[in-house]
């Protein structure tokens, strides 16, 4: 057993990136660990001169194979995977920890394993779940441990471990007595891409003060132009995240599919609550695993019951901040932190973290 493993974290970094791995790498570190953090959106210098719509051309041509997207050895695949082994060379790293994320091929994963004596090489899947799309259980198998952030789309003895995303890089602090909320300067606010989903729960909204953060909402079918003032930006990142957040009477989730359905949560479920803030998020049964809705959180089920919360919440101050400020003292107190994410992790693929 290695008291002090060495972890290779491959996933994205960076200021404007998410920031799932840089807190795992920090939960890995704190269970004595020491992590080298390879960014996996490294891509080919080539690639801003032509080669990305090459790809694109071959994608949208169905063609069968697949050299003009990753065969060649100026694709990005290709050049991820010789930075990897560049920084497997220089750092010797006992666990390959790969968050799925970009990929790495079958060969390429198992070669480095045995040239670099390497324990153990751990997927997890971050992505969406998929219906009837096999790529999850295929990419499973290219792994000695394997984990999925939702339960659709394989069994049990598929050997995939559930392991959900969700967690907290470090606690709030426990609010004293019946904290004043922060002055709450927009109405409804929402972080998220355009999806077809998104856009049939916002359009009720849409004569609400609703303010929107994300990409795709402006292209061509989608939103119309008389209500693009309602877009900020398409993008914020770190702080102008949580201070967008915490501006907000009602910070609202739209999942891109519907978690009632199919299983899995997105970070909006912890991340909101710890910043003392109102979360109005689209109900599903694993909700409860990590908030109580209706006391912690509030959840809707359709467009027209979005709407009705929305209209009632906005006008009830009092019993809003109620429910922000109990989300706030869960987070406190009780919503798993990436420390302890990662030491189960450990755990459970048969190396021991030392953080309590």
Request: overall charge positive.
């Amino acid at each position: 057993m290695m008291n002090q493993p060495r972890i290779l974290v491959s996933y994205f970094f960076g200021p404007r990136t998410i920031p799932l791995g840089e807190a795992c790498a920090r939960g890995f570190e704190a269970n004595g660990c020491t992590v080298y953090r390879f960014n996996s959106q490294v891509s080919h210098p080539l690639d801003h001169f032509g080669l990305k719509w090459l790809a694109k051309l071959a994608r949208g041509l169905h063609l069968s194979d697949d050299y003009l997207v990753n065969g060649h050895p100026w694709s990005n695949l290709r050049y991820r995977e010789r930075c990897m082994e560049k920084a497997i060379a220089n750092f010797r790293p006992d666990v390959l920890f790969i968050i799925r994320g970009n990929s790495f091929r079958g060969p390429f994963l198992k070669r480095v394993k045995k040239q670099f004596g390497i324990a153990r090489v751990v997927g997890w899947w971050v992505k969406d779940p998929r219906p009837d799309d096999p790529q999850l259980l295929a990419d499973s198998k290219l792994y000695d441990d394997y984990f999925c952030i939702h339960r659709h789309g394989y069994k049990e003895v598929d050997g995939i471990g559930y392991l959900p995303a969700l967690g907290l890089e470090q606690r709030p602090a426990m609010p004293v007595g019946n904290m004043v909320p922060p002055p709450r300067s927009r109405g409804i606010v929402l972080v998220g891409g355009w999806s077809k989903r998104r856009e049939a729960f916002v359009r009720p909204l849409l004569d609400l003060p609703l303010t929107i953060v994300g990409p795709g909402w402006k292209k061509r079918g989608r939103l119309e132009p008389a209500y693009w003032s309602k877009i900020l930006t398409s993008q914020l990142w770190g702080s102008e995240v949580e201070d967008f957040y915490r501006s907000g009477k009602i910070v609202l989730n739209i999942t891109s599919w519907d978690p009632a359905v199919l299983t899995g949560l997105n970070l909006r479920i912890c991340d909101v609550p710890a910043l003392g803030a109102f979360l109005l998020t689209d109900a599903a049964a694993e909700i409860a695993e990590f908030v109580e809705p209706g006391r912690e959180v509030a959840t809707y089920t359709t467009p027209e019951d979005l709407r009705e919360k929305a209209l009632y919440y906005l006008a009830n101050d009092t019993e809003r901040e109620a429910v922000a400020l109990a989300g706030l003292r869960r987070a406190a107190t009780d919503i798993e932190t990436y420390a302890q994410k990662m030491a189960r992790l450990l755990i459970s693929i048969g190396l021991a973290g030392v953080a309590e």
